[in-house]
């Protein structure tokens, strides 16, 4: 690829200029409030990729938000790369912990982004990194260096669990038909050690209510003689791990894959300082299933978590009350071979199975996803591994993920493609916390690299 970073460095100002207009939109999925701002974004998608060169751009309609297609076909005989992203952002929530708002972005240097990083919500998780696609397809057909066809595919629902892109995807095999899908939804072990990912945790996601008497009660005229909602839920979820941290459902861990030393051993090649890892999260202790380091806990191992708990008064001072009900959000992240479906409906069974007499459980499912793991040998990975090479001067090291992208089994599955996973965020990002950010040279660099997979993509197809 001729030219490119002449091209960015002429265009970076207009290239982080037009992230950060995207990103002055708050557009989350998850609160209804945010509607038009959803739908807003959709259109700025769909205006950036006709700007990018793409012939054909469309707003596909679904039963929640807009999917928008953009392709740009230069011969049938080529190979077909489609690009998945999404433009929805997670609730910016709380926003006190934010040190400037986040839909107000903002350029700051940081010691890991001494080049700057830009902060808002959204802006690692997923619209820098989707925008750096938009921006490398403006290069390629800015210049006619575009070797093969493109299309695109940017939802605006993967925060909540990509509830309309299964049917989307399914109704639209043809217009989706593809030799290789890419993302970048994920992050590189460091800024000067490139890695591929090459795994993905699956996701069950469940809310559970636990409900006592009919009203709140008086803690003093009926506590200890009912069953208080609150205490009867913090020791169910207290139950669901032993002293090991090893989950406690029964048959959660059937379909487990346990990985040879070998793997264990290549695994523990990848850069890592535990020191600096507890300093970056101000703690004096890793926490976590025994028997495993924690770089495993986090990618190879399946984890329950409590991600919010309520009930009972939490207002300014004292309420002395017994709550009716009390709620728990949980997610579950689960590694290739468990089935979502398959856990949710163990973690249903169990979780009612331990509740005591005197109160009602009810569990709800929300969403939820398989696990995925692209082979090293695949001619897309190995054209990913090369253009990392060229920009990084480094063979990347692959990785598996912590994280859960749902949809990327459902590619596999349906439209019958590889996904290559080319992130350029790192774990330092604070994606779905406050001060969320990227690295500008993180984001020039994945427009700098993306061109060059379409390059070897499209030459390791011939041969």
């Known amino acids: 690829m001729q030219h490119i970073q002449s091209y960015i460095e002429e265009h970076k100002d207009r290239f982080l200029n037009e992230l950060i207009e995207l990103l002055k939109i708050p557009s989350v999925s998850a609160d209804s409030a945010y509607k038009d701002d959803v739908i807003k974004t959709a259109e700025a998608i769909k205006i950036s990729l006709e700007n990018a060169g793409c012939d054909t751009v469309e707003i596909c309609e679904t039963d929640g938000f807009p999917i928008v297609y953009g392709e740009k076909m230069i011969d049938e005989n080529l190979p077909t790369v489609l690009v998945y992203g999404h433009y929805d952002v997670q609730p910016a929530d709380p926003l006190e912990l934010w040190d400037s708002p986040p839909y107000e972005p903002v350029i700051k240097k940081t010691d890991i982004h001494p080049d700057g990083a830009i902060f808002a919500r959204g802006a690692c998780d997923d619209k820098g990194q989707m925008y750096m696609h938009v ?35 399914k109704n639209n095999q043809e217009k989706l038909k593809n030799d290789v899908i890419l993302i970048s939804d994920t992050g590189m072990i460091a800024q000067d050690v490139p890695s591929i990912t090459t795994g993905l945790r699956g996701l069950s996601y469940v809310e559970v209510e636990v409900t006592g008497p009919n009203r709140d009660l008086h803690s003093g005229l009926y ?50 300082s535990l020191e600096d890892y507890k300093k970056a999260l101000d703690i004096d202790a890793v926490y976590g299933e025994k028997g495993y380091t924690t770089n495993e806990r986090n990618s190879i191992r399946p984890t329950l978590d409590v991600n919010g708990i309520w009930g009972g008064y939490i207002g300014e001072g004292a309420k002395t009350v017994i709550a009716s009900q009390a709620f ?4 579950m992240r689960l590694v290739p071979h468990q089935d979502w479906e398959d856990i949710t409906n163990l973690f249903q069974t169990h979780f009612e199975s331990i509740a005591p007499a005197g109160v009602k459980v009810k569990v709800s499912p929300h969403h939820g996803g398989q696990g995925y793991v692209t082979p090293i040998d695949s001619i897309g990975y190995k054209a990913a591994s090369k253009a990392y090479n060229d920009t990084f001067g480094k063979t990347p090291i692959p990785q598996r993920s912590g994280g859960s992208i749902p949809i990327v089994s459902l590619f596999e599955q349906e439209l019958k493609s590889k996904t290559i996973l080319m992130g350029f965020g790192l774990n330092s990002d604070a994606i779905h916390s406050p001060n969320e950010h990227f690295g500008v040279w993180n984001y020039f660099k994945g427009i700098e690299t993306i061109p060059l997979f379409y390059k070897y993509f499209t030459e390791l197809s011939k041969s």
Do not use: W
Request: glycine letters at 6%; proline letters at 4%.
């Open 223 to 272: 506590g200890g003689a009912v069953a208080n909602p609150i205490n009867i839920l913090t020791k169910m979820i207290a139950s669901l791990h032993d002293e090991n941290n090893h989950i406690t459902i029964p048959g959660f861990y059937d379909k487990v894959e346990e990985l040879s030393e070998e793997e264990r051993t290549e695994m523990a090649k990848a850069p890592f």
């Open 135 to 169: 921006k490398a397809m403006e290069f390629m057909t800015s210049t006619n260096q575009l070797p093969c066809n493109v299309k695109f595919m940017i939802e605006g629902e993967e925060e909540v669990g990509s509830v309309n892109l299964s049917t989307f995807v």
């Open 328 to 331: 728990a959000k949980i997610s």
